[in-house]
């Protein structure tokens, strides 16, 4: 691109965001900073993960603190960049550095693998055998001790333990650590530290009703790319090629079954140049990598000002071009002739057209990274289904040629338009990094106003009231224009009145797009859980004889707020939560410090073996609740209680199906009632399967 006559290549642009993108999830792991010896491993079969720091000194105040995780055999832990909607916990580390101490960087890690989770039912990125993390840290001269801070959670093939916390004091002038106090803390009973809930049985609830899906987001991205190489189509950089590619492959001789053959082949080489584009992502790059999109503010930056660009871009402000080398000679390959000369016209395409297609393409790929290899893969390539369908179509159909609207300046104007999208996505992203790190820079009324000032911008262009740099005059406004702008213009209007304390409309279609509602300017009256403690809820609920409803959920959980938006809001739900259950939100990503007196170790039998586990936390207490009782660690998840501790239907996850989750709680009423006489009679049911000691450990096994 050129920039007040400068010239600024593209591949110069993503080359940096690559580069910065890769290095968060690469550091070898043959380091010669120190050695592991075979015998370092000490992890048994009951006993299957050990953590070990070390440092390193590398001169001018800069050290290295290594994490390493050492794991049993067919055992893993998970990557850092990990989605936490995927299921399990990703790995994350915490310091408490002394004055004068900064880390350098955020923690890297090696390459991780991606296979299939059956626990999950998804594609995992994690490491087995050993998993090294390295934290870069500047340091004064006079070195003072420090904590360092793991939470992880490890998994084999048919069960996981419960997400846990391990701290430890770090000495940066011997090089070694020790645990703070874990081991040798004395473990309290269970029931001090989690709910026991000791008439659970997760094999037999009161009523058959409810139960967990998985949902496959492939044909979902699929569309979004397909959508995606439409849009591509009717830049000025592509739709003019249609045509003149096309009368190329239909009068260059030959018969016309010839031409339509080659016509048809050329968009095949389209369609396989950007499937190939994903082939990396199933081979050593994690596609969780980019969910740190979700949870990093340097990415979330770095990717909005990326999209600014690309905005400004389609303004006409600058040109984005790939290198000239790299089409010159792309563009002589295509004159070999044959196949082979086929195939370089459509890469010379693909190079050419970068300028109106890349931003496109960065956009949808930015919206379907984070979904695993397969889905990369379906959305790429439905863009160059897309992209390479209507040159195969018109070879076919040459007499539909002369239905095409002439090229011209609505070409611009479509660019244009794409330029403001851009924009408001470079606000999402924006917005990801501030709901992380909370710094409440874009609360959901600044989400909307920005959005609002887009869409008015927006509206102004369509009716030729601002223009950039290369519009031509309008010298009559088309009916689909028209059409168009209008739309714009009543969606600007629905967006509008997202600023106010009481919009008079609610903004359901973008759930989970803006920040959530209580992340507000206002003190507003919006519909939540009344509780976010279990005891407490349970209590009350024995107080006013209901049904307890469980939610465990997630600050980071974006189906939790599309379900709190979408379906709890409904007039309908909400009045069957508010009249009919007590309602409990438990927070597994919690991070705020538990009391001292809530805090503790507690032991667990696994086949034999002792387990001691640490809860610091009230994301530690409700996520080990989770798993310990209920097996499962994933948001959201909805599971029905009676007043007693009864489970009342099968647990159930994401429901957006709003008439499938009413009728999920008037199962669950109808089991309560069904319980209630008998209940009140005796204590139990009279169903020896329905109870358990209280002081049983429990071992979960999703299988």
Excluded at 75 to 95: I, K, M, R
Excluded at 471 to 494: A, P
Aim: aromatic share 14%; glycine share 8%.
């Amino acid at each position: 691109m050129k920039i007040l006559g400068a010239k600024i290549s593209l591949f110069s642009i993503m080359s940096t965001l690559m580069l910065a993108l890769l290095f968060t999830g690469c550091v070898s792991k043959n380091t010669n900073d120190f050695q592991i010896e075979p015998g370092d491993n000490t992890t048994t079969e009951h006993n299957p993960v050990e953590w070990e720091i070390k440092t390193v000194s590398h001169g001018d105040n800069l050290h290295s603190v290594y994490m390493i995780c050492y794991l049993y055999d067919g055992w893993h832990v998970y990557s850092q960049t990990l989605d936490p909607n995927d299921g399990p916990v990703p790995t994350e580390f915490s310091f408490e550095l002394p004055d004068g101490y900064e880390k350098v960087g955020e923690a890297i890690e090696a390459t991780p693998k991606v296979h299939y989770d059956p626990n999950f039912m998804k594609d995992l990125a994690y490491f087995d055998d050993i998993a090294i993390f390295e934290q870069k840290i500047k340091a004064p001269k006079n070195l003072e001790p420090f904590k360092a801070g793991v939470y992880f959670m490890v998994c084999n093939d048919k069960m996981c333990f419960p997400p846990e916390f391990r701290e430890y004091n770090v000495d940066l002038i011997s090089g070694v650590s020790s645990q703070e106090g874990y081991e040798n803390s004395e473990s309290r009973p269970i029931s001090e530290i989690l709910p026991v809930l000791d008439k659970l049985d997760l094999d037999n609830p009161i009523k058959d009703c409810g139960q967990v899906k998985s949902y496959d987001s492939t044909w979902k991205v699929f569309i979004f790319g397909f959508i995606g190489g439409l849009l591509a189509l009717l830049t000025p950089c592509v739709f003019p090629m249609i045509p003149l590619t096309v009368s190329f492959f239909t009068k260059s001789g030959g018969s016309k079954q010839s031409g339509i053959f080659k016509a048809v082949l050329y968009g095949l080489f389209i369609f396989l140049i950007y499937a190939v584009l994903s082939i990396p992502f199933h081979f050593g790059i994690a596609p969780e990598t980019l969910n740190t999109i979700a949870t990093s503010a340097t990415l979330n930056i770095i990717f909005f000002v990326v999209f600014v660009v690309f905005a400004i871009s389609f303004f006409g402000y600058f040109e984005i071009t790939l290198p000239s080398g790299i089409l010159n000679k792309a563009d002589n390959a295509s004159n070999i002739g044959g196949i082979i000369g086929i195939f370089f016209m459509a890469l010379t395409l693909a190079l050419v057209s970068f300028s109106c297609t890349g931003p496109i393409l960065g956009t949808v790929l930015g919206n379907s990274l984070q979904n695993g290899p397969w889905p990369i893969t379906a959305a790429m390539g439905g863009f160059g289904i897309a992209l390479g369908l209507p040159f195969a179509f018109f070879a076919a159909f040459p007499s539909l040629l002369m239905n095409l609207p002439q090229s011209g300046g609505w070409l611009n104007s479509v660019k244009v338009v794409l330029g403001f999208l851009e924009l408001a996505l470079a606000v999402k992203f924006l917005s990801n990094a501030d709901l992380v790190y909370n710094w409440e820079l874009l609360h959901r009324e600044t989400f909307f106003l920005i959005w609002t000032l887009i869409g008015i911008g927006l509206t102004l262009y369509l009716f030729g009231l601002i223009k950039f740099p290369h519009d031509s005059k309008i010298q009559k406004f088309s009916k689909f224009r028209l059409g168009f702008s209008t739309l714009v213009l009543l969606f600007t209007v629905y967006l509008a009145p997202g600023v106010l304390a009481n919009s008079p409309w609610n903004h359901n279609i973008l759930a989970g797009f803006p920040p959530p509602m209580f992340y507000s300017w206002y003190e507003k009256d919006t519909f939540h859980s009344e509780f976010d403690d279990f005891n407490v809820a349970l209590n009350h609920a024995k107080e006013v004889n209901k049904p307890l409803l469980i939610d465990f959920t997630g600050w980071a959980c974006v189906n939790c707020r599309q379900m709190e938006e979408t379906v709890w809001t409904v007039d309908e739900v909400k009045e069957i939560l508010e009249k009919e259950f007590v309602l409990v939100s438990l927070y597994v990503d919690e991070k705020n410090t538990l009391p001292a007196n809530e805090q503790g170790v507690y032991e667990y039998e696994l086949n034999g073996e002792i387990i001691r586990t640490q809860i610091q936390t009230k994301g530690d207490k409700w996520a080990k609740f989770q798993t310990q009782q209920f097996h499962n660690n994933s948001q959201p998840y909805y599971a029905m209680l009676s007043p007693e501790g009864y489970l009342l239907g099968n647990p159930i996850g994401y429901t957006p199906d709003v008439l499938e989750y009413m009728d999920y709680l008037k199962c669950g009423i109808e089991a309560n009632e069904s319980i209630a006489p008998m209940v009140v009679g005796s204590n139990t049911l009279g169903v020896d399967s329905l109870t358990k000691d209280t002081e049983e450990t429990q071992s979960f096994d999703f299988e």
